[in-house]
């Protein structure tokens, strides 16, 4: 059994930084798609950033190119989302994302994804 387990939200100060981090087990990353989600009150889930392990190509969504940094270490488990630049905006539930195949849609998509974890709070205040 594939299971994601997010880690590393919090509160921040408009401007400050964050990083969460998602551990995979049960399941072996390397021909795999990654991604970050984030869900506010009374929206839809957005996808933030992916990354396919094979070649460590990366996708990012506009409001966070540029500030928001998804990697994934060499024969690691473990894929990061490193956000900058942290606006109020940015505040919502991210969630993490895999599946056992090579990412294939042109955009961030939920429907794309097999497995999820429960989620981590990020909250920034102005």
Do not use: H
């Not at 021909?31 to 933030?48: D, H, I, M, N, T």
């Amino acid at each position: 059994e594939v299971q994601l387990v997010e880690s590393g939200g919090g509160s921040a100060q408009s401007g400050e930084s964050l990083k969460l981090s998602c551990r995979v087990s049960g399941a072996t990353v390397r021909r795999s798609c990654l991604a970050w989600f984030r869900q506010a009150p009374g929206k839809e889930r957005e996808g933030v950033a992916r990354i396919q392990s094979s070649d460590g190509s990366t996708l990012y969504s506009d409001p966070v190119k540029g500030r928001f940094t998804i990697s994934q270490p060499i024969m690691k488990n473990t894929v990061y989302l490193q956000m900058n630049s942290l606006k109020p905006e940015d505040t919502a539930m991210y969630y993490c994302a895999a599946k056992g195949s090579p990412c294939s849609s042109p955009t961030i998509r939920p429907d794309e994804f097999d497995f999820w974890g429960q989620g981590t709070q990020v909250t920034v205040s102005s």
